[in-house]
């Protein structure tokens, strides 16, 4: 492919940038099992919970579902994980082919592509939805203990990926985790479906195909 880089690596957000995601369909299921909606209305629902615990690797799905429960004033029983893990699936939706493409172009262009999520631990098997990453190059936050943008996670990575940081292109929705991977010194993109293919190009130095 054309164009010249220093880049080796391609790091990817996955909510919001592989795929889009929702906690509407878990809201939903919860409204539809609560005891006393003047509490579920209050907390603000599955919406209001606080699942950073979760992320983080510090509290088992089993535990996830108890505390969740019992903030949104469901009665917790046998056969609700499941109920709610199918619902946090169903939050999963469309995938964007422009990031489906452009981690093409990266494997062509010989730049390996990875992941970073601030992930639900219960979908992790959902992020290489296109077959494209080295699971040596996954890395989530229930796994490191940390939660983006935390500067910490981005150094781990950058650890156990062997490089610079300038020889790393990140990819996230979230303003406050593109700022934070800058100010290490990190080739950092703010995602925009309608753009970051013409950003990616620019920044890596690549032409456009005449058709």
């Known amino acids: 492919m054309a164009g010249k880089s220093k880049i080796k690596f391609c790091i990817w957000d996955v909510g ?3 795929y889009s995601y929702s906690l509407k369909f ?14 579920f209305n209050a907390n603000n629902g599955a919406i209001g919970f606080d699942y950073d615990g979760f992320m983080r690797g510090k509290v088992s799905f089993e535990t996830l579902c108890k505390q969740l ?3 949104c004033g469901v009665k917790y029983q046998s056969g609700i994980d499941t109920q709610i893990n199918l619902a946090f699936r169903d939050g999963i939706g469309e995938f964007k082919e422009v990031t489906h493409q452009l981690m093409e172009k990266m494997k062509d262009a010989g730049i390996e592509n990875g992941l970073l999520s601030n992930a639900f631990p219960n979908l992790k098997d959902t992020a290489d939805m296109f077959g494209l990453i080295n699971p040596e190059y996954v890395f989530c936050s229930f796994d490191l203990g940390l939660l983006k943008p935390d500067v910490r996670i981005f150094e781990a990575v950058k650890e156990k990926l062997g490089c610079a940081y300038e020889e790393i292109l990140f990819v996230d929705d979230k303003p406050a985790n593109v700022a934070t991977a800058k100010s290490l010194g990190i080739k950092a993109l703010l995602f925009d479906e309608e753009k970051i ?13 005449a058709k």
């Open 16 to 18: 919001g940038v592989i």
């Open 26 to 39: 878990l809201n939903e299921f919860m409204k539809s099992r609560t005891e006393d909606m003047e509490l």
């Open 69 to 71: 429960c019992k903030y």
């Open 197 to 209: 293919e013409k950003d990616i190009y620019k920044l890596l130095g690549w032409k456009k195909k």
